[in-house]
């Protein structure tokens, strides 16, 4: 899952094993996959009930609710009932939800094999096409970042086929930076990935700690590979990795490259100290109290950091390897909204889905510090921070030229077993890097096999 | 009473518990197995593998690492401890030092703490900038502090320590009340035959502890093999796959990459080493008895 965050829970081995046996009572290998079964018109009085799920939490899901209260008010014969879950915990309830009887009509997923490839190949949510043409989604949106929605409707391909899933908001990720340290290093915002190495040795030389990184659960280790590797390695590289082009290899040279460079970065004391121990929360809240230079990270860290460092955090894209060449970033469409494949009440569903994915929508998301995959273009609202302002700007920037590449762990569901780890052992330089490299190839080799 | 009813009451004292444990714990395991044959994501049709999942756990180097892992935890979550647990419990046995009681409760108090609390506590003591190190910086030691939790040479070794500490009390509480059934006799007889403190110890304390210790290293084994609330909270894992447990493999597998059939297999194996290791804990124990 490119937005990792598992809440710890104090399962022993005896309770999971306990828990998958409980698991396979309710729908062990003779559970059919019979795909559509009757679809049920859920009622409240006179209003009908459009089930929604969702793992949103916070401003976001405020957003969301106020969004769909506005749908409600315009259609009263209709009442939205929200179901919330943990991310973290989201995956496995949403699956048992989806495979029961009485399945919710909309659901919100997750990009890639973690959630929406395994919903899909089981036949649970529909393609959306039909409703795409009639609502005009195929044009809504940029086609990068539609791209992240598509699959074949065996659930075999990602990155083709039908829509299955509309956005509504989005992330990127970038270098958060000490506005204060970075000007006292003196030569201003990186324009290239040059200027970027040189600032990391000037910092090293002051004392400073260049790059403030809580690697901890080993995912933010590869986050710091994506924006090497939107400089290094190529659109065609990335893309096939994510969409499973087999012509293309971890192994090959900008991968190579990207992962040597994070090596020569941590051998060169770029990289906090206790960079494997540190949860992400410490690193913030580190880099907050002044440690650090340069926090790489992603757009969901904006509202927390401008929130406790005012002005003095700002924020930019991966800069290019030339000066003046257009940035490219990593970044996702979030969560699709899909319709389940069991809903009686498609039409609703996708009218509902229609409202909650306007532009009227995005721009509550812009004036809210938060990005939607939707260009805007007039009616920009204020910012409610410099850095939100910073932020929204460089991922229009990255709509508009086409620029956004797909997060690499969408490639496979095994990221938490082989990807990061091996990311891990690479910067550490406990692994070469082509070697570990292979490791992690021959792990999508495998998974491409299986499907 | 009829003879038939004599021979059938033994069977119904027995029914309570056995009715609890078939839908709870046979049941489950019964699915487990049967799960650990079958390719299956939780959603989509199963397919039947065979031994496919056995053979993919017992080729993948990551799993005999998992595995590898849980042993070395064996030597620090059961043999250290009572290594440690015996001359402790001895010593303060028969010693009345004021707050004797207290302090047998201090050294037991990791036993009732929460795996997470010791954990999350656990994992500041060893921070990089934590009380361990601060204190190794004080004595002038500062090639010694290293990141404990986030090196791969001794990330492993340092979740072993927290389990020494959560568990050395467990087993000093189970020898000291061992010790307390030894009859005074037997030391009698071997002050008498001119024992010293070694030769007692030896022959009168170990023999007679010999039960304490096995039920000591069948509970301290088992939650050395089926380590992962500590690992999970701690170290995810890593730095690598360093810190990788079989149950930790187990919790990935089956509920982020919808694996459940190799998340099965992998369970039926831990749950047959441990099965396999407490029966030979307690038949090497059983041939020493006196």
Same mark, same amino acid.
């Given at each position: 899952?490119?937005?990792?965050?598992?809440?710890?829970?104090?399962?022993?081995?005896?309770?999971?094993?306990?828990?998958?046996? /409980?698991?396979?009572?309710?729908?062990?290998?003779?559970?059919?996959?019979?795909?559509?079964?009757?679809?049920?018109?859920?009622?409240?009085?006179?209003?009908?009930?459009?089930?929604?799920?969702?793992?949103?939490?916070?401003?976001?899901?405020?957003?969301?609710?106020?969004?769909?209260?506005?749908?409600?008010?315009?259609?009263?014969? /209709?009442?939205?009932?929200?179901?919330?879950?943990?991310?973290?915990?989201?995956?496995?309830?949403?699956?048992?939800?989806?495979?029961?009887?009485?399945?919710?009509?909309?659901?919100?997923?997750?990009?890639?094999?973690?959630?929406?490839?395994?919903?899909?190949?089981?036949?649970?949510?529909?393609?959306?096409?039909?409703?795409?043409?009639?609502?005009?989604?195929?044009?809504?949106?940029?086609? /990068?970042?539609?791209?992240?929605?598509?699959?074949?409707?065996?659930?075999?391909?990602?990155?083709?086929?039908?829509?299955?899933?509309?956005?509504?908001?989005?992330?990127?990720?970038?270098?958060?930076?000490?506005?204060?340290?970075?000007?006292?290093?003196?030569?201003?915002?990186?324009?290239?990935?040059?200027?970027?190495? #040189?600032?990391?040795?000037?910092?090293?030389?002051?004392?400073?700690?260049?790059?403030?990184?809580?690697?901890?659960?080993?995912?933010?280790?590869?986050?710091?590979?994506?924006?090497?590797?939107?400089?290094?390695?190529?659109?065609?590289?990335?893309?096939?990795?994510?969409?499973?082009?087999?012509?293309?290899?971890?192994?090959?040279?900008?991968?190579?490259? #990207?992962?040597?460079?994070?090596?020569?970065?941590?051998?060169?004391?770029?990289?906090?100290?206790?960079?494997? #121990?540190?949860?992400?929360?410490?690193?913030?809240?580190?880099?907050?109290?002044?440690?650090?230079?340069?926090?790489?990270?992603?757009?969901?860290?904006?509202?927390?950091?401008?929130?406790?460092?005012?002005?003095?955090?700002?924020?930019?894209?991966?800069?290019?390897?030339?000066?003046?060449?257009?940035?490219?970033?990593?970044?996702?469409?979030?969560?699709?909204?899909?319709?389940?494949?069991?809903?009686?009440?498609?039409?609703?569903?996708?009218?509902?889905?229609?409202?909650?994915?306007?532009?009227?929508?995005?721009?509550?998301?812009?004036?809210?510090?938060?990005?939607?995959?939707?260009?805007?273009?007039?009616?920009?609202?204020?910012?409610?921070?410099?850095?939100?302002?910073?932020?929204?700007?460089?991922?229009?920037?990255?709509?508009?030229?086409?620029?956004?590449?797909?997060?690499?762990?969408? #490639?496979?569901?095994?990221?938490?077993?082989?990807?990061?780890?091996?990311?891990?052992?690479?910067?550490?330089?406990?692994?070469?890097?082509?070697?570990?490299?292979?490791?992690?190839?021959?792990?999508?080799?495998?998974?491409?096999?299986?499907? | 009473? $009829?003879?038939?009813?004599?021979?059938?009451?033994?069977?119904?004292?027995?029914?309570?518990?056995?009715?609890?444990?078939?839908?709870?714990?046979?049941?489950?395991?019964?699915? $487990?197995?049967?799960?650990?044959?079958?390719?299956?994501?939780?959603?989509?049709?199963?397919?039947?593998?065979?031994?496919?999942?056995?053979?993919?756990?017992?080729?993948?180097?990551?799993?005999?690492?998992?595995?590898?892992?849980?042993?070395?935890?064996?030597?620090?979550?059961?043999?250290?401890?009572?290594?440690?647990?015996?001359?402790?419990?001895?010593?303060?046995?028969?010693?009345?030092?004021?707050?004797?009681?207290?302090?047998?409760?201090?050294?037991?108090?990791?036993?009732?703490?929460?795996?997470?609390?010791?954990?999350?506590?656990?994992?500041?003591?060893?921070?990089?900038?934590?009380?361990?190190?601060?204190?190794?910086?004080?004595?002038?030691?500062?090639?010694?502090?290293?990141?404990?939790?986030?090196?791969?040479?001794?990330?492993?070794?340092?979740?072993?320590?927290?389990?020494?500490? $959560?568990?050395?009390?467990?087993?000093?509480?189970?020898?000291?009340?061992?010790?307390?059934?030894?009859?005074?006799?037997?030391?009698?007889?071997?002050?008498?035959?001119?024992?010293?403190?070694?030769?007692?110890?030896?022959?009168?304390?170990?023999?007679?502890?010999?039960?304490?210790?096995?039920?000591?290293?069948?509970?301290?084994?088992?939650?050395?093999?089926?380590?992962?609330?500590?690992?999970?909270?701690?170290?995810?894992?890593?730095?690598?796959?360093?810190?990788?447990?079989?149950?930790?493999?187990?919790?990935?597998?089956?509920?982020?990459?919808?694996?459940?059939?190799?998340?099965?297999?992998?369970?039926?194996?831990?749950?047959?080493?441990?099965?396999?290791?407490?029966?030979?804990?307690?038949?090497?124990?059983?041939?020493?008895?006196?």
């Amino acid at each position: 899952m490119a937005l990792c965050r598992a809440a710890p829970r104090g399962l022993t081995a005896a309770q999971v094993i306990a828990v998958i046996s /409980v698991i396979s009572v309710g729908c062990g290998p003779d559970a059919s996959d019979d795909g559509a079964r009757s679809g049920r018109h859920a009622a409240d009085g006179d209003r009908r009930i459009l089930e929604v799920w969702t793992p949103e939490s916070g401003s976001r899901l405020q957003m969301v609710q106020q969004r769909a209260d506005q749908f409600s008010a315009a259609r009263p014969d /209709v009442k939205i009932s929200f179901t919330v879950r943990d991310f973290g915990s989201y995956p496995a309830q949403l699956k048992l939800a989806l495979a029961s009887d009485s399945a919710p009509d909309v659901v919100i997923g997750n990009l890639g094999w973690s959630l929406d490839g395994p919903l899909i190949k089981a036949g649970l949510l529909r393609p959306l096409d039909p409703w795409a043409a009639r609502y005009g989604w195929d044009k809504r949106f940029p086609e /990068v970042a539609q791209r992240q929605m598509r699959f074949t409707v065996d659930g075999k391909h990602f990155g083709r086929g039908a829509i299955f899933g509309i956005p509504y908001a989005a992330d990127v990720i970038g270098w958060f930076y000490n506005v204060d340290k970075l000007e006292k290093l003196g030569d201003g915002v990186p324009a290239t990935l040059g200027e970027l190495e #040189s600032d990391f040795e000037t910092a090293r030389r002051t004392g400073e700690v260049p790059i403030m990184l809580g690697n901890k659960p080993q995912w933010p280790g590869l986050h710091l590979f994506y924006l090497v590797s939107c400089d290094l390695a190529s659109d065609r590289e990335i893309n096939g990795i994510v969409f499973g082009d087999r012509s293309v290899q971890w192994t090959d040279p900008g991968f190579v490259e #990207s992962a040597r460079m994070l090596a020569r970065w941590n051998a060169s004391g770029y990289i906090a100290d206790g960079v494997n #121990s540190m949860s992400p929360a410490d690193a913030l809240a580190r880099f907050v109290r002044g440690a650090g230079v340069f926090l790489p990270a992603g757009s969901w860290n904006a509202a927390e950091l401008s929130a406790a460092m005012g002005d003095d955090v700002a924020f930019f894209l991966m800069p290019p390897v030339r000066k003046g060449d257009p940035r490219r970033a990593t970044g996702s469409v979030g969560y699709g909204w899909h319709i389940t494949a069991t809903s009686g009440q498609a039409d609703l569903a996708a009218e509902f889905i229609d409202f909650m994915t306007q532009e009227a929508f995005a721009i509550q998301l812009a004036a809210g510090g938060d990005i939607s995959p939707l260009p805007i273009d007039d009616a920009v609202p204020r910012a409610p921070s410099r850095l939100a302002g910073e932020i929204f700007a460089a991922w229009q920037s990255v709509l508009a030229n086409g620029t956004l590449l797909p997060y690499l762990d969408f #490639s496979a569901p095994n990221g938490a077993e082989v990807i990061y780890p091996t990311m891990q052992s690479i910067i550490a330089g406990q692994v070469e890097a082509r070697q570990g490299l292979e490791l992690i190839e021959q792990s999508r080799k495998e998974f491409l096999d299986s499907q | 009473m $009829t003879a038939r009813g004599r021979r059938a009451l033994p069977y119904l004292y027995l029914l309570p518990a056995f009715l609890f444990f078939v839908p709870f714990v046979l049941v489950p395991f019964a699915h $487990t197995v049967g799960l650990s044959f079958y390719d299956w994501d939780g959603l989509t049709r199963a397919a039947f593998t065979g031994l496919g999942n056995y053979r993919e756990a017992f080729g993948s180097a990551l799993v005999r690492s998992a595995f590898g892992h849980a042993f070395v935890l064996i030597f620090f979550f059961g043999v250290l401890p009572v290594l440690l647990a015996l001359p402790l419990a001895v010593s303060s046995v028969n010693a009345s030092i004021p707050g004797g009681n207290a302090l047998r409760t201090l050294i037991f108090l990791p036993q009732a703490i929460s795996t997470v609390v010791v954990g999350v506590s656990w994992g500041w003591i060893l921070a990089l900038d934590g009380p361990l190190n601060a204190g190794l910086h004080a004595f002038g030691l500062d090639w010694a502090a290293v990141d404990w939790l986030g090196s791969f040479t001794w990330a492993l070794p340092s979740l072993g320590i927290v389990g020494t500490w $959560t568990l050395t009390g467990l087993c000093v509480a189970l020898f000291f009340a061992g010790l307390q059934q030894i009859p005074g006799s037997l030391y009698d007889a071997a002050a008498v035959d001119g024992a010293g403190r070694l030769r007692e110890f030896l022959a009168v304390t170990l023999p007679g502890l010999k039960g304490p210790i096995a039920v000591a290293l069948t509970v301290t084994v088992i939650s050395a093999l089926r380590a992962f609330d500590l690992v999970f909270v701690t170290t995810r894992g890593g730095p690598g796959t360093e810190t990788v447990v079989p149950g930790l493999l187990i919790y990935r597998r089956a509920f982020e990459d919808g694996r459940l059939g190799s998340a099965a297999a992998i369970a039926v194996i831990l749950s047959i080493v441990v099965f396999a290791v407490t029966l030979l804990i307690n038949r090497i124990a059983d041939r020493n008895a006196p």
